[in-house]
């Protein structure tokens, strides 16, 4: 659905069906069996669309409003994300943080993590932070798509 408002634009509406619940209290995926994304943000909205737009096109998605609740999903799941989306200012754990602990653990070390952010002109320190990828919010879908699939690959039936 989109509207126009005046003097601001177009402005498009889509339903999102909320895919969220504490990433340490179960498994809060959409879709497959086991999550390909792991969504890291604190801002539910952008979890929620992310979750939307993946699972629409046939992706598994686990969701961590934060760093701490992202390690501990990852520590406390036996099934592995093929990619991890981290923004980096976050409460309680931010992205930076977060990364440090990922690379400092053997079992958590070889996950590849994109950085979502709306920090401009991060492209260079994301190597620094051994991510594979940066989107920059807001980002176009095909894009996000794009980069997903690179890493998990087509899903099933896609």
């Known amino acids: 659905m989109r509207e126009c408002l005046e003097?601001?634009?177009?402005?498009?509406?889509?339903?999102?069906?909320?895919?969220?619940?504490?990433a340490g209290?179960?498994?809060?995926?959409?879709g497959a069996a086991?999550?390909?994304?792991?969504?890291?943000?604190?801002?539910?909205?952008v979890r929620d669309l992310i979750c939307a737009i993946l699972g629409s096109k046939g992706y598994?998605?686990?969701?961590?409003?934060?760093?701490?609740?992202?390690l501990t999903y990852l520590r406390s799941s036996s099934m592995r994300p093929r990619l991890i989306l981290l923004d980096l200012m976050m409460p309680e754990m931010t992205g930076w943080?977060?990364?440090?602990a990922q690379q400092e653990d053997p079992a958590l070390c070889g996950i590849p993590v994109?950085?979502?952010?709306?920090?401009?002109?991060?492209?260079?320190q994301a190597t620094a932070l051994g991510a594979v990828d940066v989107l920059c919010k807001p980002s176009r879908?095909?894009?996000?798509?794009?980069?997903?699939?690179?890493?998990c690959g087509k899903p099933a039936g896609g």
């Open 7 to 22: 003097g601001v634009g177009y402005v498009s509406y889509i339903k999102v069906r909320h895919c969220d619940t504490a």
């Open 114 to 124: 994109a950085i979502i952010t709306g920090l401009s002109r991060f492209e260079g």
């Open 97 to 100: 943080e977060f990364q440090k």
């Open 141 to 151: 879908i095909e894009t996000l798509v794009s980069l997903v699939s690179r890493f």
């Open 60 to 70: 598994g998605t686990a969701v961590a409003g934060n760093g701490k609740e992202a």
């Open 34 to 45: 086991s999550p390909a994304v792991l969504v890291v943000d604190d801002d539910q909205n």
């Open 25 to 30: 209290k179960g498994s809060a995926m959409s």
